[in-house]
C-alpha cells in the first residue's frame, strides 16, 4: 500500500486494489471498535474539514461530519452561494486561499472537473462528495456491505439496474474492477455506460473481474445484490419525464427480486424515489440491507479521512 497520507479522494481508479483493501479493513475495524464503544478518537485534533456543496445531500454531508467529529476534527460546511463562489471567485482563486486555512476539502459538485481543478490549486486532500461522474465514498461503503453480508469481497457478483451511466453505476464498476467481481449493468441501451467501461479494461484484465452490459432484465439472476438508484439524478430534472418513460420496466420491484433470487440482497445508495426505481415491498422487505449500507458511510468515511490525514 502507498502512502495513502495526502492524497486527493476524487476517483477510485486511481486507487489500487490493496489501497482499496486497505480502507475497507480499516473501515471495518473501526466500525467494531465504534460497537465496542468507541465513539470518540482524537487522532486528527485540531483539525479542519471543509466541506462545500453545490448539491443538497443527506447521507454524504452528515457522516462526514459526524465522522470528523468523532475523530475530533472541526468541520466547515458551506455551499458556494454563502462563498465568494457564489459571486464568481474562482474555483483555483478559492482553493489557493482555503488551502492556506484547512487541512481538508470535501466537495460536491456538478462537473467532476471542477474537483480536478480544486485539487490541481489545492495541496491539501480533496474529497469526492458526489459529481456527475463519481461517488467514491458511497462505493466504499457498498463494498463493506456486501462484504459483511456475503463474508467474502472476493468473486461478488451485482446486478446494477436502472440508470447506468451514473455515478453511482460508474463507482460500482470501478471498485468492482479493483475488487474482481461481477457487476452486471442492466439498463436501456441509451444508459450504456460503453465508454466508461473501457476506461476498467486493464483493472478488469489484472483482477479478472467482469462488467457486463445488458438491458435484459432477466440479467439479474443469481446474484449476490441487485443494486438500484434514481431515474433522475441532481442536475438532470429537465429529462425528468422521459427518463421516468424509459426506465419504468426496469423498476426493482417483488418480480424483478424473484428473478434475482432468494439469495440477493437488495442495496440502494439513497435517497429512494419508492414507487419509481424502487417499490416498497422491496426497499422495505427482508432482502434490502439498506439502512446498514447507509450507516455504513459514517465508518468509511472515518477510514477516508485517517488515511488521507493522519
Ligand atoms: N447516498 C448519498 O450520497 O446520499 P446523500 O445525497 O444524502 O448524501
Ligand atoms: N445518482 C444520484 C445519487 C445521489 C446520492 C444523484 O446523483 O443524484
Known sequence: VRALKGRDYITLMDYTTDEIKYLLNLSRDLKSRYY????????????TLLMIFEKPSTRTRVSLDAAATQLGMHVIYSNPQELQLGRGETIADTARVVDRFVDAIAARVYKHESLIEMAKYAVVPVINALSDKEHPLQALADALTLWEVRSRLEGLRIAFVGDGDNNIAHSLMIIGAKLGWEVRIISPRKY????FAELLTEDTRRTGA???????????????????????????ETEAEERKKVFRSYQVNAELMRKAGPQAVFMHCLPAHRGEEVTDDVIDGPQSVV???????????????ISLLA
Open 210 to 236: 467482469n462488467i457486463m452490459i445488458s438491458d435484459n432484465t432477466e440479467d439479474v439472476r443469481g446474484v449476490d445484490a441487485v443494486y438500484t438508484d434514481v431515474w433522475v439524478s441532481m442536475g438532470m
Open 192 to 195: 450504456w455506460p460503453t465508454k
Open 291 to 305: 439502512w446498514d449500507q447507509a450507516e455504513n458511510r459514517l465508518h468509511t468515511a472515518k477510514a477516508v479521512l
Open 36 to 47: 465496542q464503544g468507541e465513539r470518540y478518537n482524537d487522532i486528527l485534533r485540531g483539525r
